[in-house]
């Protein structure tokens, strides 16, 4: 080997040293900030009864692999990476709250790599500083959104850090992208192609959203790409994701069931237009500052889009920021039209369908910044400043809650202290008792009539306990949500009324189950 041959084995060793310290120092600092936002509203969030089924499902499979078809699966079966992450979480030694946290570091750490590799596509900034620059911008819109404290903004924005929410199938459009790009640069590339093929057939096995988000936005920049180039090589790739997509969707219709219908009539489209509507005219009338900014800039993606599919037309040319914006636009826009068409926009709680919208308003002003702090020749140390100042005002909250002691919630420690450990409750009850006390709680999840609500749920959980097996016993129904005239008619008159932590409880003798 010669001096030349040792000098680029030197540089080579110094950058795998610089990237493996900035990966760790990444690695610390996400870390912290999930820790920190985890006493300023985020705790509650990752523990709501839809979220905590990727950990119950998987412990119920490890446990008994015939369990699988005991449940009654959500409407999505979030297979990558929910169930991944969470199986992963579940085979470690980890308490309830260490899995939540854990999985929300995963996450947020997902984002920023992905994210800020787009942005440095885009921008021409270094990655390190776009992802630094992401992640910090995506952390203080929910830190605004928490002070603000304002519907949807103070519960949507935390919950791009949860399982079971369509977080995956974002994260998964997101690394798509990076794919995309990658084969449009060399067309060539068996591994892109392969990639991104088998990334769009389990992600639209694991969430059909991915088809909106993704693959139909997908399908048009690479129209785009034709017409720019004056070439047909997109066609059969655009075939490929195309079929790759449907047969994803028709074999997890297959195994999930094909009678969730979609509805398409016209009075329903124009309700779901209307609730759509009334949601945005609300956003504005609150004010909720923050989602209303979120809508301001995807309309403006929106027309930057349309701007730049104009501006291609004419020249003949697609750089990787127009392709972006239109891939961004694109996205907006059919999950916005597939909203409104399948009617499923009824109410507030349904921009979780939409929550493409805060994560690409979180990348267009990262990438606006990122312009405008990369410009200055030392503009790029900006960003390592704001980050290590982050660090520095998070870390002893973060501290706080990593030495907290693990407790019991309240709700929990009352039911104990007197004798009860098998009850009934609502849905929004059930499964979040169960997770967090580990299974010493079993709840019976029923609707406020009294009758059984085996929706998300173990349908095995109606006659057996949850962690050891044995037959169940109700001797309390927790009354939050339910009709209590309805309850009453059904079980009877309780033998006392207590209160556990702010909650009504009827306590029985003995309950049947339902």
Same mark, same amino acid.
């Given at each position: 080997?010669?001096?030349?041959?040792?000098?680029?084995?030197?540089?080579?060793?110094?950058?795998?040293?610089?990237?493996?310290?900035?990966?760790?120092?990444?690695?610390?600092?996400?870390?912290?900030?999930?820790?920190?936002?985890?006493?300023?509203?985020?705790?509650?969030?990752?523990?709501?009864?839809?979220?905590?089924?990727?950990?119950?499902?998987?412990?119920?499979?490890?446990?008994?692999?015939?369990?699988?078809?005991?449940?009654?699966?959500?409407?999505?079966?979030?297979?990558?990476?929910?169930?991944?992450?969470?199986?992963?979480?579940?085979?470690?030694?980890?308490?309830?709250?260490?899995?939540?946290?854990?999985?929300?570091?995963?996450?947020?750490?997902?984002?920023?790599?992905?994210?800020?590799?787009?942005?440095?596509?885009?921008?021409?900034?270094?990655?390190?500083?776009?992802?630094?620059?992401?992640?910090?911008? %995506?952390? =203080?819109?929910?830190?605004?959104?928490? +002070? *603000?404290?304002? $519907?949807? &903004?103070? /519960?949507?924005?935390?919950? !791009?850090?949860?399982?079971?929410?369509?977080?995956?199938?974002?994260?998964?459009? %997101?690394? =798509?992208?990076?794919?995309?790009?990658? +084969? *449009?640069?060399? $067309?060539? &590339?068996? /591994?892109?192609?392969?990639? !991104?093929?088998?990334?769009?057939?389990?992600?639209?096995?694991?969430?059909?959203?991915?088809?909106?988000?993704?693959?139909?936005?997908? +399908?048009?920049?690479?129209?785009?790409?034709?017409?720019?180039?004056?070439?047909?090589?997109?066609?059969?790739?655009?075939?490929?994701?195309?079929?790759?997509?449907?047969?994803?969707?028709?074999?997890?219709?297959? +195994?999930?069931?094909?009678?969730?219908?979609?509805?398409?009539?016209?009075?329903?489209?124009?309700?779901?237009?209307?609730?759509?509507?009334?949601?945005?005219?609300?956003?504005?009338?609150?004010?909720?500052?923050?989602?209303?900014?979120?809508?301001?800039?995807?309309?403006?993606?929106?027309?930057?889009?349309?701007?730049?599919?104009?501006?291609?037309?004419?020249?003949?040319?697609?750089?990787?920021?127009?392709?972006?914006?239109?891939?961004?636009?694109?996205?907006?826009?059919?999950?916005?039209?597939?909203?409104?068409?399948?009617?499923?926009?009824?109410?507030?709680?349904?921009?979780?369908?939409?929550?493409?919208?805060?994560?690409?308003?979180?990348?267009?002003?990262?990438?606006?910044?990122?312009?405008?702090?990369?410009?200055?020749?030392?503009?790029?140390?900006?960003?390592?400043?704001?980050?290590?100042?982050?660090?520095?005002?998070?870390?002893?909250?973060?501290?706080?809650?990593?030495?907290?002691?693990?407790?019991?919630?309240?709700?929990?420690?009352?039911?104990?202290?007197?004798?009860?450990?098998?009850?009934?409750?609502?849905?929004?009850?059930?499964?979040?008792?169960?997770?967090?006390?580990?299974?010493?709680?079993?709840?019976?999840?029923?609707?406020?009539?009294?009758?059984?609500?085996?929706?998300?749920?173990?349908?095995?959980?109606?006659?057996?306990?949850?962690?050891?097996?044995?037959?169940?016993?109700?001797?309390?129904?927790?009354?939050?949500?339910?009709?209590?005239?309805?309850?009453?008619?059904?079980?009877?008159?309780?033998?006392?009324?207590?209160?556990?932590?702010?909650?009504?409880?009827?306590?029985?003798?003995?309950?049947?189950?339902?």
């Amino acid at each position: 080997m010669g001096p030349d041959a040792d000098m680029r084995g030197t540089i080579a060793t110094g950058r795998a040293a610089r990237t493996g310290l900035f990966v760790t120092a990444s690695a610390v600092f996400t870390l912290v900030s999930v820790l920190f936002f985890w006493n300023r509203g985020l705790s509650g969030i990752p523990f709501a009864s839809d979220l905590v089924q990727p950990y119950l499902v998987v412990e119920d499979f490890l446990a008994d692999p015939a369990s699988f078809h005991s449940w009654r699966h959500s409407p999505s079966p979030y297979v990558l990476p929910d169930i991944f992450i969470a199986g992963g979480l579940v085979l470690l030694p980890l308490s309830p709250k260490w899995m939540a946290i854990g999985y929300s570091t995963l996450l947020l750490a997902g984002y920023g790599l992905t994210g800020g590799w787009l942005i440095s596509r885009a921008t021409g900034s270094r990655v390190q500083s776009a992802i630094l620059l992401f992640i910090l911008c %995506l952390l =203080a819109l929910v830190f605004a959104g928490n +002070l *603000l404290d304002v $519907p949807p &903004s103070n /519960w949507l924005l935390p919950t !791009l850090f949860s399982p079971f929410i369509h977080t995956g199938a974002l994260l998964c459009t %997101l690394i =798509a992208v990076a794919l995309l790009d990658e +084969l *449009l640069q060399d $067309p060539g &590339s068996r /591994w892109a192609r392969i990639g !991104l093929v088998s990334l769009v057939f389990v992600a639209t096995f694991s969430d059909a959203l991915f088809l909106v988000w993704f693959v139909f936005p997908a +399908l048009v920049v690479l129209w785009l790409h034709a017409k720019a180039c004056n070439i047909r090589f997109p066609w059969p790739i655009r075939r490929t994701l195309f079929f790759s997509a449907v047969v994803a969707i028709a074999i997890e219709r297959v +195994l999930h069931g094909v009678g969730r219908g979609v509805p398409l009539q016209l009075n329903s489209v124009a309700r779901s237009a209307t609730a759509l509507w009334d949601e945005i005219k609300v956003t504005f009338a609150e004010p909720d500052w923050i989602m209303a900014t979120f809508l301001v800039i995807a309309t403006g993606i929106v027309l930057a889009g349309m701007v730049s599919v104009i501006r291609c037309l004419r020249s003949r040319r697609l750089s990787f920021n127009d392709a972006f914006v239109v891939f961004l636009a694109s996205s907006i826009v059919s999950g916005v039209l597939v909203l409104i068409i399948t009617s499923y926009f009824k109410e507030q709680a349904h921009w979780r369908y939409l929550i493409i919208i805060p994560l690409y308003a979180v990348l267009a002003i990262s990438m606006f910044l990122s312009r405008v702090l990369m410009i200055p020749k030392y503009g790029r140390h900006l960003v390592s400043i704001a980050a290590a100042a982050a660090f520095v005002f998070m870390a002893p909250g973060a501290y706080g809650t990593a030495t907290a002691p693990e407790s019991r919630s309240d709700l929990e420690a009352c039911l104990v202290t007197r004798g009860h450990s098998t009850g009934f409750a609502n849905y929004w009850i059930a499964k979040r008792l169960i997770f967090l006390s580990e299974r010493r709680i079993h709840i019976a999840q029923i609707r406020p009539d009294g009758s059984r609500h085996n929706f998300n749920y173990n349908r095995a959980w109606f006659e057996t306990r949850a962690d050891d097996g044995s037959p169940i016993a109700p001797t309390f129904i927790i009354i939050r949500g339910l009709d209590t005239g309805s309850i009453r008619t059904k079980f009877g008159a309780p033998r006392e009324t207590v209160q556990c932590a702010g909650t009504e409880i009827w306590i029985y003798e003995k309950l049947s189950v339902p």
